[in-house]
């Protein structure tokens, strides 16, 4: 009989939602690293980030991307996150972020939402992402950069991709909350 293999134990990293900073906060895995062409996803019967992809020339991934633990989205993954930072993480990283806003989407017909979250703040290392608490504080190049990378990585695979929005922070939350809750009917 083969035994499970579960090298890392990410479902047991709380969701941790916070309310109380008078902004949403969560914990994201960074699955694939800012400036990589490579993707990189959770392999969720090995319990470990493996190598996934290359992407298609010219392209590579304007931020860290990965996913919020003990969640699951209605296509059957863990709720995407896509972390704005000044410099690259790791794959495999655990950071907290403040929720600031959703790209609302289908794909193939399926609701397949992109949170959008910041690092919070270093004291001593100010960054632009500090101010940032909704996508309208987002510099519009960025926000347009963000639609097209997710539009565009998507079609090149073949899918069909309807970009229905972008909401901002406490309706991030409110899907944070409702895959949290899919998350826990499922277990």
Known sequence: MKQPVNAT?????PTRIKNGHQEPRVNAVIETPKN???KYALNN???IIAFHEVLPDSMEWPYDYGFIPQTIAPDGDPLDVLVITDDGLFSGCLIE???IGAVL???DGTKNHRIIGVPLPSPGAPRITDSMREPNDLPPAMLDEILRFLKTYSER???TIVQKGVVGAEEALKLVKQTRKAYKKQR
């Open 9 to 13: 134990h990410y479902e047991a990293i």
């Open 36 to 38: 990589s062409r490579h």
């Open 45 to 47: 019967e090995y319990g």
């Open 97 to 99: 972020v403040r929720l």
């Open 105 to 107: 989407e289908t794909k």
């Open 157 to 159: 695979q073949g899918h």
